[in-house]
C-alpha cells in the first residue's frame, strides 16, 4: 500500500467525498485506512452501575481505494510514486514531483471513564500474612518470623494425646 500513517488525503467517493484528513492507522492486511473526522459512526454505551450511559462517535475504516493523497505544492489530488535515489527508495507525488514525507501520528490518551478510577494495586499473595521472604531473612539467611500468620495458631485446641 502506498499510504502511510501522517499523509494528508481526500476522499474521492462515498458518502464523504471531498472531505480532506490525516491517515491516523493503516490497516495493511485489509486494505483499509482510518482518516481522522471521515466516516464517523456513533455507538451507544449502555449505562452500568459504574457509568452514566453514553454516545461515542469515532472514526470507522474505508477502503484505501476510496481516498488519495494530497499533492504538498497544489493541494490537489495526486497519485503516489516511487523514485529511487542512491539506495534509498522515496515516495513522491506524482502530480508535482514532490518528495511525500513521512509523518509519525503522537497517540492520543484516551479519557478516563467518568466514574472510573484506576484500580488499587493489590500486593502479591505471598507477601500477605507472615510468610518470610529473601528480605526479611537477612544476610545471615536465618528464617525468623516475630507473629504467627493467623491468630489462631497461638492457641492449640486439641490435647496432645489422642482419647485421653
Known amino acids: 500500500m502506498k499510504l502511510s500513517n501522517g499523509d494528508t488525503v481526500i476522499v474521492i467517493s462515498g458518502k464523504d ?10 490497516i495493511k492486511s485489509q486494505n483499509r485506512v482510518i482518516v481522522g473526522g471521515v466516516n464517523m459512526i456513533t455507538k ?15 472514526e470507522s475504516s474505508i477502503h484505501a481505494s476510496n481516498v488519495m493523497a494530497l499533492d504538498p ?4 489530488p495526486t497519485r ?9 527508495k522515496i515516495r513522491i507525488a506524482k502530480r508535482s514531483g514532490v518528495e511525500l514525507t513521512r509523518t509519525k501520528i503522537q497517540a492520543e490518551k ?8 484506576a484500580p488499587a494495586k493489590k500486593s502479591p ?7 518470610v521472604t529473601v528480605d526479611d ?3 545471615s539467611g536465618a528464617k525468623s518470623v516475630d507473629e504467627p500468620a ?7 485446641h486439641r490435647s496432645a494425646g489422642r482419647g485421653s
Open 110 to 117: 484516551k479519557p478516563a471513564a467518568p466514574g472510573a478510577e
Open 73 to 76: 505544492k497544489s493541494g490537489k
Open 80 to 88: 503516489v510514486g516511487y523514485k529511487i535515489e542512491g539506495k534509498k
Open 150 to 156: 493467623h491468630p489462631s495458631a497461638l492457641t492449640s
Open 125 to 131: 499473595f505471598w507477601k500477605k500474612g507472615g510468610a
Open 17 to 26: 467525498k471531498g472531505k480532506k484528513g490525516t491517515i491516523l492507522r493503516v
Open 137 to 139: 531473612q537477612g544476610a
Open 44 to 58: 451507544h454505551v449502555k449505562k452500568t452501575a459504574q457509568a452514566a450511559g453514553q454516545k461515542l462517535r469515532y
